[in-house]
């Protein structure tokens, strides 16, 4: 019996350490940019495309992304359709960090002579050594003031995935264990 309870303890031992070292390591935090952009209508309200992206860059960071300064020039994909269901592969890029637009869909839009759109979705990041990560992100736009043209933005991608740290498999191999000692237990 015991001959049979070492190769077991051996196995979760090593499935435990072999674990912690494979963990991945996901993106977690928020990228913001910020800049003008040109529609495919005269108004944000009645847009389907953004047609050109105008300085577009970084305004705030947070988490993965903190080494990225505020004011970086990022580039983004043009025209790009708001209702996409096509991966678009390099969206966006900046500071080391590619994103890969997965899917993208209006929430709202309308707002008469001041138009407005909001446009959410799912991508994935990658870069600077981190796993690649899904998130979600938001692009929101407003028609501009007379004085302004053109039209403004804001776009958000927010990574909040939390690692297990291993505590799943390590619970796991404890059971396993267990599971192990009370089986010699009951028939010893």
């Known amino acids: 019996m015991k001959k ?23 993106i977690t935090g928020n990228v913001g940019f910020t800049g003008r952009v040109s ?8 847009a389907t495309e953004v047609v050109n992206w105008i300085n577009p860059n970084v305004n705030g960071t947070s988490g993965a992304f903190t080494g990225i300064a505020n004011g970086t020039p990022s580039n ?3 025209p790009w359709f708001f209702d996409t269901s ?22 709202a839009q309308g707002g008469g002579s001041l138009g407005y759109v909001i446009v959410n979705g799912t991508g994935i990041v990658s870069g600077n050594g981190y796993d690649p990560t899904v998130l979600s992100w938001s692009f929101t736009s407003q028609d501009p003031a007379v004085t302004q043209d053109p039209t403004t ?24 264990s267990g599971v192990a000692l009370l089986k010699r237990k009951l028939f010893a």
């Open 4 to 26: 049979t309870l070492i190769p077991i303890a051996g196995a979760a031992m090593l499935f435990m350490a072999l674990a912690q070292t494979l963990q991945a390591v996901p």
């Open 39 to 46: 529609y495919d209508a005269s108004s944000a309200g009645t």
């Open 76 to 78: 983004l994909t043009a």
């Open 86 to 107: 096509s991966a678009i592969n390099n969206f966006w890029s900046v500071g080391g960090f590619t994103f890969q637009l997965l899917s993208s869909w209006v929430t």
């Open 153 to 176: 933005f804001t776009f958000s991608a927010s990574a909040n995935s939390v690692p297990d740290g291993g505590a799943t498999v390590m619970l796991l191999g404890i059971a396993l």
